[in-house]
Each structure stands twice: as structure tokens, then as C-alpha cells.
């Protein structure tokens, strides 16, 4: 067998192997979603309660620094909005009834009233409560369980810590993305390769835009060469190489190598992978659509004499 003689252009793809593969990928594409979207949105929700918590820890700090305690005779809750809780307590301050708000009152508090009403036994803040209010301003208070729970060194950085492990899996996932080849669209003027990623020009070929890789490794401008906006160009023969399109992505084939096209229908419009047979390797290209039939003869005629297949 002679370097450059066409072996066989043929169709013949498994159809249904390529139907069972796309399901595949959908599933698998949905469930890395998944797993990265909802760390993500925890993460969202962390960020998003940090500042509340610093200030509970803040004047938590400042309260059992400086703080009185006294004891409430009334607590009230009322829920605000869809799911807000919040709390006030009325207690003396030098004789004289206040009442101020109870600053980061607990998760127990969610179930009550839309209107103002006294805290069962259960919720923890039935009176009597202690409460520790600030002698600057009696409005700062906050019930005593609560300057505890967010005096603790680092209360107010759980949130962070939650958040930033949440954005783990997104950073594993935009890794791989990054180390597995990003896609065609963004790789655009890619200084390592000699062809566009968005037509098939060489990069001085181009008409109608900058040649490929002008505007740096990571642009993303859309290529409006005319191959790209009017008629697609599948391959670009040379004196040294074939180059084929895997999807946007050129794959250059030595001119010395056999080449042998196995695909199924007239236009070849199908997800199954296509194989290009070499004397050196073998590539297998997935989901090129839009390969005209009628286009393989010119890889025969590039290639040398042989037979080429005709349209089923």
C-alpha cells in the first residue's frame, strides 16, 4: 500500500451508539451542574449573611466588654416579610420601661405571628430573660445566650469559611475546564494555533476581520470573515498537511498519511464520531455536522487515486 492512496471513503456509523452517547453526555453535563451550582448557591447565602453576623459579633463583643445585665419582664417576636423573624424585650433602665429590639435572635423565633406577641416558653426567650443593652444606648441589646454564642473568637468567619468551600467544587470544575481544553468559542485568536478557530483561513488569509491571534490568547470577539458568515469551509489543503475540523478545532494531517472518511448519510449530518484512518494514528473526531458528500473527493484527490463512496 503506497503512501497517499485513498484506502475507502465509506458510511457506515452507528447511529444508535451515537444517540446513547449524546443522552450520556446531557446526563453527565447535568449532573456536574449540579454539583457545582448548588456549593455555589450555598456559598451566595453565606456571603450574603456575613455582614448581619459581623455586627451580632461586634456588639456581642462590645456587650460583654461593657454591657448591663438586666432581666426583661416581656419578650415579644413578629415575623417581617415571608420568613424574617425578629425579637424585643422591655426591661428598666434606671427606673424608666424600654424597649429595644434584640439583636440576632435565634432560628427559634421563625414560627411566630405576623403582629407583635409574647414568646412562648419554648422558643428560649420567654421571660424571664436576661438581657445585656449597652449604657451608650439601651436600644443595642441583645438576649444573654446570644452575646455567648456570638462572642466565640471567629463567629462572624463561619460564614466565610462556608462560602469559600462552597466555591471549591467550582474552582475544580473551571480547573478541569481550563486543563481539558476550553471550548472553540473562547479560544479564539489562540497564539498556538496557525488557523482560525471561527473559520477556515490561515490567519493572513483572513478578509473581512484581523487575522487570527491579533487581539491575544484570550478574546473572544467573534470572527466575521466571510468563510465564517457566509459559506463554511471544512478543510484547507496545503503542500504539507490536510487540516480538518474537529467542531471549530482545526487537526492537521501530514500529507504523506492514508486517509480513510467512514460516515452514513449524503451530508453526514450526525453526532457519532467521525474516524479518520492514518498510517500513523488514528482520530476520531465527534459531532462535525454539515460535511457535504460531495467535498470527500476532494480528499481523494488531495490524497491520490482511489474509490470514494457515494451517497446511500
Given at each position: 500500500m503506497?503512501?497517499?492512496?485513498?484506502?475507502?471513503?465509506?458510511?457506515?456509523?452507528?447511529?444508535?451508539?451515537?444517540?446513547?452517547?449524546?443522552?450520556?453526555?446531557?446526563?453527565?453535563r447535568a449532573l456536574l451542574a449540579i454539583t457545582v451550582s448548588m456549593p455555589l448557591l450555598v456559598s451566595a447565602?453565606?456571603?450574603?449573611?456575613?455582614?448581619g453576623n459581623e455586627r451580632a459579633n461586634q456588639l456581642a463583643l462590645a456587650l460583654q466588654a461593657s454591657g448591663v445585665t438586666v432581666t426583661a419582664d416581656a419578650a415579644e417576636a413578629r415575623v417581617?416579610?415571608?420568613?424574617?423573624?425578629?425579637?424585643?424585650?422591655?426591661?428598666?433602665?434606671?427606673?424608666?420601661?424600654?424597649?429595644?429590639?434584640?439583636?440576632?435572635?435565634?432560628?427559634?423565633?421563625?414560627?411566630?405571628?405576623r403582629e407583635w406577641a409574647p414568646l412562648p416558653a419554648d422558643s428560649g426567650y420567654a421571660p424571664p430573660l436576661v438581657v445585656r443593652y449597652l449604657p451608650s444606648d439601651p436600644q443595642e441589646a441583645m438576649a444573654e445566650k446570644d452575646v455567648v454564642f456570638w462572642a466565640r473568637p471567629g463567629a462572624a468567619n463561619t460564614g466565610l469559611l462556608i462560602a469559600g468551600l462552597g466555591l471549591v467544587p467550582a474552582g475544580l470544575a473551571l480547573l478541569g475546564w481550563f486543563l481539558g481544553g476550553r471550548p472553540a468559542w473562547w479560544r479564539y485568536g489562540d497564539k498556538y494555533s496557525p488557523t482560525c478557530w471561527y473559520c477556515a483561513h490561515f490567519r493572513d488569509q483572513h478578509t473581512?476581520?484581523?487575522?487570527c491571534g491579533t487581539r491575544g490568547r484570550w478574546s473572544r470577539r467573534r470572527c466575521v470573515c466571510p468563510?465564517?458568515?457566509?459559506?463554511?469551509?471544512?478543510?484547507?489543503?496545503?503542500?504539507?498537511?490536510l487540516f480538518l475540523w474537529?467542531?471549530?478545532?482545526?487537526?492537521?494531517?501530514?500529507?504523506?498519511d492514508v486517509v480513510a472518511v467512514r460516515g452514513d448519510s449524503a451530508r453526514l449530518e450526525?453526532?457519532?464520531?467521525?474516524?479518520?484512518?492514518?498510517?500513523?494514528?488514528?482520530?476520531?473526531?465527534?459531532?462535525?455536522?454539515?460535511?457535504?458528500?460531495?467535498?470527500?473527493?476532494t480528499l481523494q484527490n488531495w490524497a491520490g487515486v482511489g474509490e470514494h463512496g457515494t451517497a446511500q
Open positions: 503506497a503512501d497517499g492512496a485513498v484506502i475507502r471513503v465509506a458510511v457506515a456509523p452507528d447511529l444508535e451508539q451515537a444517540r446513547r452517547a449524546g443522552r450520556n453526555r446531557k446526563i453527565t447565602i453565606a456571603l450574603l449573611m456575613y455582614p417581617v416579610g415571608k420568613h424574617e423573624p425578629e425579637a424585643r424585650a422591655t426591661f428598666n433602665v434606671d427606673g424608666t420601661p424600654v424597649t429595644a429590639p434584640l439583636v440576632a435572635a435565634g432560628p427559634s423565633l421563625a414560627g411566630s405571628a473581512g476581520s484581523a487575522p468563510a465564517w458568515t457566509t459559506q463554511r469551509q471544512h478543510f484547507i489543503v496545503t503542500d504539507d498537511a474537529h467542531g471549530l478545532r482545526p487537526v492537521s494531517i501530514p500529507r504523506g450526525w453526532s457519532s464520531a467521525l474516524v479518520i484512518e492514518t498510517t500513523t494514528r488514528k482520530l476520531t473526531l465527534s459531532d462535525i455536522r454539515g460535511w457535504p458528500l460531495a467535498a470527500i473527493p
